[in-house]
């Protein structure tokens, strides 16, 4: 299993520029989530879904967009750049049938907002 | 609302220290999970263990272990002869149904050294 894979693992956007982040996962997990990292803060979930065709959002989803058409595949969507969505970018998957109850973390996008 | 406070923010210790990270935690719920994850300099998050609010038995795996303590709301985390290869930031978090939606603390940076 490649576990939860992102990419790309860096980019760099001028201010209103679009781009669309992406997460995948191989484990049939039913839930993923996006959640952005900033110095200071910790992690906080921009949007998450509970399974395929179900989306909501967390704490911080201003400014992004996501779907799940597939239970494979969250990508988040950017929908015009500003210098405040600079940060590092996590999904995560998980599913209430994995024994270890654990959230498997992918390894990131660094992105950069100029 | 749920909260997750770590006080911490940097930590620094000598090799083979035992070394405490704190983690104060607020809900409302009566069922909620508590995790800690540690995040290495090489920035992916790993998975160190998830707790419901039912077991409050203390928890040890090697050189870690946890005690969770529901009349503080504390769920503090215990290094015992540190390494320098447990140098990274470890952060707590709170979730309410234990597969989704993690509210993260700010972080607590350990720095072990020689």
């Known amino acids: 299993n490649a576990g939860v894979t992102q990419t790309p693992k860096f980019q760099v956007l001028k201010t209103g520029q679009s781009m669309t982040l992406q997460c995948a996962q191989d484990m049939n997990h039913e839930y993923m989530s996006w959640y952005r990292q900033d110095p200071g803060m910790g992690l906080r979930l921009i949007h998450y879904?509970?399974?395929?065709?179900?989306?909501d959002q967390g704490e911080v989803p201003n400014g992004y967009n996501v779907s799940r058409s597939t239970t494979e595949d969250f990508p988040l969507r950017l929908l015009s750049a500003a210098p405040s969505q600079t940060s590092v970018y996590f999904c995560?998957?998980?599913?209430?049938?994995?024994?270890?109850?654990?959230?498997?973390f992918g390894p990131g996008t660094r992105l950069t907002v100029t | 609302a749920q909260k997750v406070t770590q006080a911490q923010t940097e930590i620094s210790v000598v090799e083979k220290e035992d070394v405490t990270l704190d983690c104060v935690y607020e809900?409302?719920?009566?069922?909620?999970?508590l995790f800690w994850y540690k995040q290495p300099p090489s920035g992916e998050l790993v998975f160190l263990i998830r707790?419901?609010?039912?077991?409050?038995q203390n928890e040890i795996s090697g050189r870690y272990s946890w005690n969770f303590q529901k009349s503080t709301s504390s769920f503090n985390f215990t290094i015992t002869a540190s390494q320098v290869v447990d140098s990274a930031v470890y952060f707590c978090?709170?979730?309410?149904?234990?597969?989704?939606?993690?509210?993260f603390g700010a972080g607590t940076r350990l720095a072990v050294h020689p």
């Open positions: 995560a998957s998980s599913s209430e049938r994995d024994s270890l109850y654990e959230q498997y």
């Open positions: 809900t409302r719920d009566t069922t909620y999970y």
């Open positions: 978090a709170l979730s309410r149904d234990g597969y989704n939606k993690l509210i």
């Open positions: 707790r419901n609010s039912f077991d409050e």
């Open positions: 879904s509970v399974g395929a065709g179900i989306t």
